[in-house]
Structures are given as structure tokens and as C-alpha cells.
């Protein structure tokens, strides 16, 4: 009944699994199942004698140290396993049928340590699922060396002894391969196993190669009376024939599934061996239970012969370590458990957690940010954004077509300022009422205004301010740890506000059209206008006159910028020469820029003071856009704004609210695989930590309840 195993080694599977995924103090490293390691000397016949018994050629071979790992393997009996393969747990490489890419794979994995190096204790695992396997756990372990080779380090040696002592200690069983034609005395694997097993109760020993030393000799080696084992020796030829056709049956080696039990063929070239030579008779008998008489118990103690034989040793050798073992490693697992049980406690007080119940909360509360930000930035918000969007178009405007002078620079010729087409704004009172000129500039202005394309420049700033507000909530809320997600909302977020954008923009140029064509005034909105572009003329001003101060302060003082603005203005004039300025005055280049720079400020200071003044008077009291135009283009950029604002409100705001947490429930909530949750969970650090340890005790608790009912099946048995 070799149950026990099998059920162990799920068990195995199940801590590994903890320890695999465990990060930090979270792995688990205490519960220890015994396994049967290998050791023997380089060429001892090790990987022939492992190959026999999976039944395939799977080891890397070469002469260039190919074993660097310990290799942990795990076999496991499927009676119903439709292919043989193997499984590589830690690279999630899926299910491989062909053998010989299993050699491959195990040959890089080796290979991939360097060779200044050499050796490394980190554990490659691999399971592998036959029909034709027994259930066991085996840990392949480097070959000793005698001599380090002129490429390996010195230290090799001492590094392979050391790894290999690691892995002999209890509970494991280590079975030591010598091969026959070295002297027992001089087998490196039976001198370890004898250090750390003196009595020899957790050593097997395979003697190889007894095909190469005649028969009597050979079972003398069997006997070993110099380190008698309690689970005695087992001679083997192991060899893989050389020979494609062996007894007859065609093989191809690692050719997957497709490849003859190499088992097989060695057990039976093993046979014909032994029974051509009568001396092995008697001790080919030892090793078959079925020929006990019932209820008695094979003598492990005498030597057997063959693979076959050793095969069922280790089974029945694992299996009773293992039940010796049952409890010491149920009360090992029951204390981690406990343990484990005790920090879920403390740390996260019993609070489960699942990778779908953190996606679900942060998701609420990412809503709950964005209804507090729907509920902050609405029509009013929307409003005040585009006004003041437009009170800068209007600024622009006016300081373009009014209150723009020639700039006194040295490509001015007198010539070109008295001939300007342009009129000082000083002249707008006075003009009459049908100026064609003050009438053109106004119609130009309107017109720039009504056409500078409001649809597009207000959709745009909404959908700016919308976007970058997204883009803050994901930064600081719920998301801010989860890139994958925040990309997922991010798009959602684009998809609608680009598919309302062009219709809205339309929309909003559609409803401000007749103001291309007409802008009645009525007296309030005359009024209020007023008021707003006297305040933005104040503020035009505040900024002229606190640039000014900054450009004083920047020659070292404002005597010397009325000196330089001075020699600018005369040179203009043609009363100084500009060449002069350096030698004769000492004014450099950057220096009568910032002169230039000096008149232009306080010129555009001039004329803001003058327009305050304008706006203030009588004249510019009631509906008079002819001679206030600050005011009526302000009208219109508030009938702009207000219209457009209505449209935005509905086409793109409130659209957007609406469909938003709609689109996060769709794609957040429940678009994303299974495997993405568990992977958004992880993102946290202190959500994985959180989830680790749930897991932890989760998978302990598995481990102690199969445990348990291994002891109960055991105790039933007897
Ligand atoms: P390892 O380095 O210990 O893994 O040894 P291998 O299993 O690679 O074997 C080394 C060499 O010994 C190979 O050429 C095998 O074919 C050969 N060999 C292994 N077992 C036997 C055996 O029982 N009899 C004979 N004659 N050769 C064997």
C-alpha cells in the first residue's frame, strides 16, 4: 500500500507551494519532508541509474560539469496520465510530453550558472507524471570531483561536498551510488553518507556498472562488510544499450512520447545478464516479495539485484521514512499553522480578503472621488474657465487693432511712423460717430471674436480640464499604485470625451453663429461689462506697471532706464546716433533693448490709464460700443461664453458623468480575467503582504487537515 507517499507528496506540493510564493517573512522554510538523495562520483553511473528508474532519458550529459543545481524531482503515478510528461513548476512552462526538450531545459537551467562558479543551491524543481512511475521524491545532486579541472575553480571541490552534505542530512534517505569497478573503499558517496550516517539506517547503496567486474567479484562488493547498510545494497546494470535496437524492440531515445520505457529495456538487458551467470542465481531471488510466504517481511538488509528491485526498495524505503515521519511533520505544520494563524490575527485582525473584494473597494472609493470632483466642477466652473479664456482673446485683440503704437526700434524710419495707417487710440474720443476707420476696427474685432472658433476652443478646455483632473485622481486615489488599471481608465476616459468632441464643438459654433451677425446690448449686460473691463484693464495695468518695476530693477535702477529710454527716443529722432551708444554712452546692445522694452511699458501704461479713464466717463456709461469697445467685445464674449456653456453643459459634462462610472463598471468591474485581479491585488504591496499571508494559512490549513487524515488512515490500517 504505498498510498502514504502519494498523499505526501500532494502535501509536499502544497508547502512548496506556500514557500514559492511567500515573499519575505511570509515563506515557509521549517516543515520538511524526507526525499531520497542521490550522490555518487562523476560517471558513477548516477543519471543511468535516475533514467532507469523514470523510465526516459531526461538528465543533461556532457562532459563540461553539467549537473550546477540540485535537480528536486518529483514523480508522480497517474494512473490515468493520456501522455507521460514533465512540468517545471516554477517557469510555467505548461505541460512537456517530449523528453527530450526536458533535457534541453534542464541543461540550459544548468548551464546557466556560470563557470567561474560552478555549483549553486538553488533548487531547480521538476514533477513528472507517468503511468509508469511510482510515486517518489528524489533529489539529483552534482557529481563529486576528484580533481577540479584546469577551467573550474579550486574551491570546486569543497563547494560540491558541501552542497551535497546539506541535502544528506535527516529525515532524507540518501542513496549512494559506487560503481563496481572502483574500489568500495575508495566511493565517495558512501564515505559522505557514512559521516552523517554511521549506523547506516537512511542509507541505500547502489553498486553500478557490475557488468564490468566478474560475478564473484561483484557480489563480494554486495556484501560490504565495512559499512553494512540496514537497507542494503542493490547491484545494477544500468547502462543505456548503446545499440537503437535492443531484444529486438526499436527505440528512439528522447523522442517524447513516442519513445520505448528505456526502464524497461534496461531491466530486461539486466536480466539477460544475470541470469547468464549462474553465481547471481541465489541473489536474485532476494529482492521479490511476492515470494514471501504471507505476513512476512522482506530482509531489506540482504542484496538484491536490478533496477526493478531498487525501484520497489525506494518505494517501500520512502514510504516507511514517510510514516515515521507522519507525525513529527504534522506537529511541524500544525505549528507553523498556528503560528501563522496567530500574525493573521494580530496584523489584519481575522479580516478576509480577496484580490475581487480589494478591486471592488477601490473601485467604490475611486468612484466616490470622482462624484466628489462632478460635484465640484459643473456649469458655473465651466463658465468662468472659458470666460476668462476669452477676456485674454479680448486683451489680445485690443492691444493688437487699438492700443498698439509703432514700437520705436532702429528699422523705424520717421518716415514709417508718421506714414502709419495706424491711429493713436488718444484720438477715439474724438472721433465722429461714422469714422470709418474706428468703425473697420471694431467690425474686426467682433468678427476675430465670433470666429476665432469658440466650439472648439471651449470643447477643448473642458475636455483638458476633464482629462487632467482624471489623471489627478488616478495619481492620488484608490488606483494610484495600479498602472494597468490606471491605463484602463484613462482610455475609457479618452473614448468618450473624443467621440463627443467634434459633435459637441459643432454644436456649440452652430448656437453662437448669430452673434457673427448681430449682438443686441441691453442695459445690464451694458453695465456689468463695464464693470468687468474696467477690472480687467486694472488688472492689464497692475501687470505693465509691476513689469516695468522688474525691468527698472534690472538695469540698476529707474534713473538709468529714463537715460537709456532717453537716448532711445532721441535716437529715433535722429538727435544721437545709435552707433554711439557704446563708445559715447556705454549703453550695450542688450541694455537700449531694455530701453525699447522701458517706452513700450510705459506707453501701453499710458493708454490703459487712459481707457480706465474712458470707461469711467460719461460717455461709456450707456450702450456705446464705438467709443467703448473694451466693453461691447466683453458683451460678446459673455453672450459666447454663456451660449456655449449651455451646450457643453449637456453635450460633454454631464455625458461624461453620466458615462463614466458606467464605463469603470464595465471595464474595471467586471472586464477584467481573473488572472489580472490577482495581479492588480499584488500591485500593493500591503495587499499582497495581506494575501500572502491569508494564503499562508489557508494552504496550511489544507496541508494540516490532509495530514491529519493520513494519521487517521494509518491508524485505521492497523
Ligand atoms: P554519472 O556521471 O554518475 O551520471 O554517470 P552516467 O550515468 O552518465 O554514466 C557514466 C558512464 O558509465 C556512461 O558512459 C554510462 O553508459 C556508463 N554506465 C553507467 N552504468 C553502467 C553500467 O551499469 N554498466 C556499464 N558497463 N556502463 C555503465
Not at 478591486?359 to 472659458?386: H, I, N, P, W, Y
Not at 475636455?463 to 481608465?489: C, D, Q, R, Y
Not at 467703448?628 to 458623468?657: G, H, M, R, W
Amino acid at each position: 500500500m504505498m498510498l502514504l507517499t502519494k498523499k505526501m507528496i500532494e502535501i509536499r506540493g502544497i508547502l512548496q507551494e506556500i514557500a514559492n510564493n511567500g515573499s519575505g517573512s511570509s515563506s515557509l522554510t521549517r516543515v520538511q519532508l524526507p526525499s531520497i538523495v542521490v550522490i555518487g562520483s562523476q560517471s558513477s553511473g548516477k543519471s543511468s541509474v535516475l533514467e532507469a528508474i523514470v523510465g526516459h532519458e531526461f538528465l543533461p550529459k556532457g562532459n563540461n560539469m553539467v549537473t550546477r543545481r540540485p535537480i528536486e524531482l518529483t514523480l508522480v503515478n497517474s494512473p490515468d496520465a493520456a501522455a507521460e510528461y514533465g512540468e517545471f513548476p516554477a517557469l510555467k512552462l505548461g505541460k512537456i510530453t517530449d523528453f527530450s526538450q526536458i533535457q534541453r531545459t534542464l541543461t540550459d537551467l544548468n548551464l546557466a550558472i556560470p563557470d567561474s562558479e560552478a555549483v549553486s543551491s538553488d533548487p531547480i524543481r521538476l514533477n513528472i507524471y507517468s503511468p509508469h512511475i511510482p510515486d517518489l521524491t528524489l533529489i539529483d545532486l552534482p557529481g563529486y570531483i576528484q580533481l577540479a579541472a584546469a577551467d573550474q575553480p579550486e574551491s570546486l571541490k569543497t563547494k560540491i561536498s558541501a552542497l551535497c552534505d546539506k541535502y544528506i542530512e535527516a529525515p532524507n534517505i540518501i542513496l549512494a551510488i559506487s560503481a563496481a569497478d572502483v574500489d568500495l573503499a575508495n566511493s565517495t558517496a558512501l564515505r559522505a553518507s557514512r559521516r552523517v550516517d554511521p549506523r547506516g539506517e537512511r542509507t541505500i547503496g547502489v553498486v553500478t556498472k557490475m557488468d564490468l567486474v566478474e560475478p564473484q567479484r561483484a557480489l563480494e562488493i554486495l556484501q560490504n562488510k565495512n559499512y553494512p547498510l540496514q537497507m542494503g545494497y542493490v547491484g545494477v546494470v544500468s547502462r543505456i544499450p548503446s545499440s537503437r535496437a535492443s531484444n529486438g524492440l526499436l527505440f528512439r531515445l528522447g523522442s517524447g512520447s513516442e519513445s520505448t520505457d528505456i526502464g524497461a529495456v534496461i531491466a530486461r538487458n539486466e536480466e539477460n545478464y544475470f541470469s547468464h551467470h549462474p553465481e547471481f542465481s541465489q541473489v536474485l531471488e532476494n529482492g521479490k516479495a511476492d515470494l514471501l510466504p504471507a505476513g512476512a517481511r522482506l530482509n531489506e538488509q540482504r542484496p538484491t539485484l536490478g533496477v526493478i528491485n531498487l525501484r520497489n526498495k525506494l518505494m517501500r524505503t520512502l514510504e516507511k521514512t514517510m510514516a515515521k515521519n507522519l507525525q513529527p511533520t504534522c506537529d511541524a505544520i500544525h505549528q507553523e499553522l498556528e503560528e501563522t494563524a496567530y500574525q493573521f490575527k494580530v496584523e489584519y485582525n481575522d479580516r478576509p480578503i480577496t484580490a475581487e473584494s480589494y478591486l471592488a473597494q477601490s473601485l467604490d472609493a475611486f468612484k466616490l472621488s470622482f462624484k466628489e470632483f462632478a460635484g465640484k466642477f459643473g456649469r458655473e466652473q465651466v463658465k468662468s474657465m472659458l470666460k476668462s479664456e476669452l477676456d485674454q482673446y479680448v486683451l489680445d485683440l485690443l492691444a493688437q487693432r487699438y492700443w498698439n503704437h509703432l514700437e520705436p526700434t532702429n528699422s523705424n524710419s520717421q518716415a514709417e511712423v508718421a506714414n502709419a495707417i495706424v491711429r493713436a487710440i488718444s484720438d477715439l474720443p474724438n472721433a465722429s460717430r461714422d469714422d470709418v476707420y474706428w468703425l473697420r476696427q471694431l467690425d474686426a474685432c467682433v468678427s476675430s471674436l465670433t470666429k476665432s472658433g469658440v466650439g472648439r476652443t471651449s470643447t477643448t478646455l473642458v475636455s483638458n480640464a476633464l482629462s487632467g483632473e482624471m489623471e489627478h485622481l488616478l495619481n492620488s486615489g484608490s488606483f494610484k499604485t495600479h498602472p494597468f488599471v490606471k491605463t484602463v481608465i484613462q482610455d475609457a476616459t479618452n473614448e468618450i470625451l473624443n467621440s463627443r468632441f467634434y459633435s459637441t464643438a459643432d454644436q456649440v459654433e452652430n448656437c453662437i453663429k448669430p452673434y457673427k451677425y448681430e449682438v443686441e446690448v441691453e442695459d445690464r449686460e451694458w453695465s456689468r461689462s463695464r464693470e468687468h473691463a474696467f477690472a480687467l484693464l486694472k488688472e492689464e495695468l497692475r501687470q505693465c506697471e509691476h513689469a516695468y518695476g522688474v525691468l527698472q530693477k534690472s538695469v540698476g535702477g529707474g534713473k538709468k532706464l529714463a537715460q537709456v529710454e532717453t537716448f532711445v527716443e532721441k535716437s529715433i529722432k535722429g538727435q544721437v546716433k545709435v552707433e554711439d551708444a557704446n563708445e559715447v554712452y556705454g549703453f550695450s546692445q542688450a541694455l537700449l533693448d531694455r530701453g525699447r522694452e522701458g517706452i513700450f511699458l510705459s506707453k501701453r501704461a499710458d493708454i490703459l490709464r487712459l481707457r480706465m479713464q474712458a470707461l469711467k466717463s460719461k460717455q461709456c456709461r450707456s450702450e456705446n460700443r464705438f467709443y467703448c469697445p473694451e466693453i461691447f467685445l466683453d458683451v460678446v464674449a459673455d453672450k459666447l461664453t454663456q451660449t456655449a456653456v449651455l451646450f457643453l453643459n449637456v453635450e460633454l459634462l454631464s455625458d461624461f458623468y453620466y458615462h463614466l462610472p458606467r464605463e469603470l463598471d464595465v471595464r474595471v468591474g467586471h472586464g477584467l480575467s481573473s488572472a489580472q485581479i490577482e495581479h492588480f491585488a499584488r500591485e500593493d504591496a500591503k495587499v499582497r503582504r495581506h494575501l500572502e499571508l491569508q494564503e499562508k494559512k489557508q494552504k496550511l490549513e489544507m496541508a494540516t487537515e490532509k495530514i491529519e487524515g493520513v494519521i487517521a488512515m494509518q491508524k485505521t490500517h492497523r
